[in-house]
C-alpha cells in the first residue's frame, strides 16, 4: 500500500448479455431498472460504453487487461491470454488487495506455462490470473446446481436442461414464458449474490477488500422465473432494426449471410429446433421480454447487493463499477446473441460510483467510452499512474465532474470469427485463420466497418439510417468518407500496436522511457 489514506474497497460487477439501451436511467420505454438507477444517481453513468470484441472470452479480455483485441490478442472463446500481459487482478494484489471472484472470467491460460496434461488446458473457462476464487460458476452450473438439489430441486436435467419451462411448453418451436423449476431466490444470480454476502461478513473493519462478480444474466437461455416472466408484454418495445425479411438481411453483407445461417435456435431455448431467423415476429417478442425479465431479475440482485454493502458499514467506502462484458441482438436483423459488427452487439452499461467523488453525482457521459478504460480508471482511482502502454484511458477526469483536455471522438471494436479447432469460416470463406476478422470506427455520425480476407467493407450514416440497414461503402458520393474512415482505422492499429516494449530505449545511460512491468505472480 503506497500513502497514507486507506485504499477503497471495490466490487466490479460485470454482466453478460446487456444491452447498454436496457436501463430505465437511459429512458428504455419499457425495461425497468431501479436499482442500478440508483447507483447511477450516485455515480456516473456512461451512456456510450462500448465491449472491445466478443464473444465472452474476447471481451473480457479486453477489460480486464485494458488493451485492444490486437494486443491482447484473444480472438475466440479459447484463445489464451499471454501471460506476459497484466490484468486488473495482479494490479489488485501488487497494491494489497486480495481480488475475489465470485462467478467467471473465462479466461484460457497460456498453455506454455502449464504442463501437458493439466486438465486447465481443456476449457476455455479459466480464471484470470490473480483472483482467489470464492465461488467458481463456470458454464456447467454444477456449483448452483448443487445448491439447488439441497433446497429440494430435482436437478436431473443438469444444464441447459434445467432452464427448460417447467410445464413442458415451447417444444414444439413456439416461444412459450412459462416459468423453469426454479424461483426468483434460486437464480444462478441469486445464488452467487449470497455467496457474496455471505463472504462480505467475514471480512475485516478497516480492510480494504476488492470482489469481482461476475454474472451470467441476462445470457442466454431465454428463461426467467415469476414474476419476471410476466412482468413485460411481448407487445411492447421498440421497432427492431431489421429489413423486410432475413433473406434481405443476409443478401446484404457475405459474413452476414454466414452468421444468420449458423444461428440455432437451440442455443437461446434448450429443445427447440430450427435457425433463429425462422422465429416469427411474435416469437422474437416474447423472447425480448423474456430478456426484459432477465434484466429486472438482474437488477434485483444487484439491490440486494447494495443493501449488503450497506449493511456491512461497506459503502461509503467502496467504488462500484457496473458493466457488461458484451450486449445482445435480441431480435435486431433477425439475429440472437453477440458478435459481428452491429451496435446492438457492443453497446453495454457503464455505471461508476465512487463515494469520494460525490460532486458528479448523477451525471450522464455522452463520450465514446470502451472498455478497455476501466483497468486505467481503477488504477487511478488507486492512487496509482495506469501504465502508458495501456489503450485504454482512466475516466476520472469525468467521475470528478469535469471533462478531459482531449477525448476520443469515436467507438472501436474488433471481432475475430476464426476457428481453429473447426475451421468452419475458414472453409466457408475461403481464408486463413488470420484473415477471419473485423474492425469497426464507429463516431456519432458515422460507422465503418473493415474486413480483411478481401470481404467487402461497410459504411453507415448513423444520423439517418441508425438501423444499419444501408451500406454506403460502393456509393459514390461516400468514397470520399470511406477513404477518411479507413485512414481513421489504420491510424488507430498503428497508434495502438503493442508498446509494452516499443515506448523505451536502451542507450548508453540505461533504459530510457516505460518498460511494461510484470504485475503480481506468474502461474
Known amino acids: 500500500m503506497t500513502g497514507k489514506a486507506r485504499r477503497p474497497n471495490v466490487l466490479l460487477i460485470t ?28 455515480g456516473v453513468l456512461f451512456k456510450r460504453h462500448y465491449g472491445g470484441a466478443a464473444p465472452c472470452s474476447p471481451a473480457r479480455a479486453c477489460l480486464y487487461t485494458g488493451l485492444y483485441q490486437m494486443n491482447n490478442r484473444v480472438c475466440r472463446n479459447g484463445s489464451p491470454l499471454d501471460a506476459r500481459h497484466g490484468n486488473i487482478a495482479l494490479y489488485a494484489r501488487a497494491l494489497g488487495y486480495d481480488p475475489t471472484l465470485f462467478g467467471y472470467t473465462d479466461v484460457s491460460l497460456d498453455p506454455r506455462l502449464l504442463a501437458p496434461g493439466d486438465p486447465r488446458l481443456q476449457s476455455y473457462e479459466g480464471v484470470l490470473p490473480g483472483f482467489t476464487v470464492r465461488q467458481l460458476l463456470p458454464e456447467h452450473q454444477k456449483q448452483w446446481l448443487s445448491w439447488l438439489k439441497q433446497r429440494g430441486i430435482d436437478i436431473s436435467a443438469g444444464s441447459p436442461g434445467i432452464h427448460r419451462p417447467v410445464d413442458g411448453s415451447g417444444e414444439a418451436g413456439t416461444v412459450s414464458n412459462a416459468p423453469p423449476v426454479y424461483s426468483r431466490d434460486e437464480t444462478p444470480a441469486a445464488f452467487l449474490t449470497g455467496e457474496f454476502t455471505r463472504w462480505l461478513g467475514e471480512q475485516e473493519q478497516g480492510k480494504p477488500w476488492f470482489a469481482h462478480l461476475s ?9 426467467v422465473p415469476e414474476p419476471y416472466n410476466t412482468l413485460y408484454e411481448p407487445a411492447d418495445g421498440p421497432a427492431f432494426h431489421r429489413a423486410a425479411n432475413w433473406q434481405a438481411e443476409a443478401r446484404s453483407h457475405p459474413y452476414l449471410a454466414y452468421d444468420l445461417g449458423r444461428q440455432k435456435q437451440a442455443k437461446f431455448r434448450p429443445g427447440a429446433n430450427g435457425k433463429v431467423h425462422d422465429w416469427s415476429e411474435d416469437d422474437f417478442r416474447r423472447i425480448r421480454a423474456i430478456y426484459y425479465g432477465m434484466i429486472s431479475e438482474t437488477d434485483a440482485q444487484l439491490g440486494s447487493i447494495w443493501q449488503a454493502v450497506k449493511a456491512a ?5 467502496t467504488i462500484i463499477v457496473l458493466t457488461s462484458d458484451h450486449a445482445e441482438m435480441l431480435g435486431d436483423h433477425f439475429m440472437l446473441g453477440k458478435g459481428g459488427y452491429f451496435d446492438g452487439s457492443y453497446h453495454i452499461p457503464l455505471i461508476i460510483r465512487d463515494p469520494h467523488h460525490g460532486k458528479a453525482a448523477g451525471r450522464g457521459v455522452d463520450r465514446f467510452t470502451e472498455a478497455v478504460d476501466i483497468l486505467p480508471t481503477l488504477l487511478d482511482l488507486f492512487g496509482e499512474d495506469p501504465e502508458p502502454h495501456l489503450d485504454g484511458h482512466s475516466l476520472t477526469p469525468f467521475l470528478s465532474g469535469g471533462s478531459p483536455a482531449a477525448w476520443r471522438d469515436a467507438a472501436h471494436w474488433e471481432f475475430d470469427f476464426r476457428s481453429i479447432a473447426g475451421g468452419e469460416a475458414e472453409a466457408h470463406f475461403g481464408i486463413v485463420s488470420r484473415q477471419c476478422n473485423l474492425a469497426v470506427i464507429r463516431t456519432e455520425k458515422f460507422k465503418y466497418v473493415h474486413f480483411n480476407g478481401g470481404l467487402p467493407p461497410l459504411l453507415f450514416d448513423l444520423e439517418s439510417d441508425p438501423g444499419e440497414l444501408t451500406n454506403l461503402a460502393t456509393d459514390p458520393a461516400y468514397l470520399a468518407v470511406r477513404l477518411e474512415f479507413a485512414e481513421r482505422l489504420l491510424a488507430w492499429r498503428a497508434e495502438h500496436l503493442d508498446q509494452s516494449l516499443a515506448l523505451a530505449e536502451l542507450t548508453e545511460n540505461g533504459v530510457v522511457g516505460h518498460v511494461s512491468k510484470a504485475v503480481g505472480s506468474r502461474e
Open 15 to 42: 454482466c453478460d448479455q446487456w444491452r447498454g439501451d436496457c436501463l430505465s436511467a437511459v429512458g428504455h420505454p419499457v425495461v425497468k431498472t431501479p436499482n442500478a438507477d440508483a447507483l447511477a444517481a450516485e
Open 313 to 317: 458499514g461497506a459503502w461509503d467506502d
Open 215 to 223: 454474472f451470467i444474466s441476462p445470457h442466454p437461455p431465454f428463461i
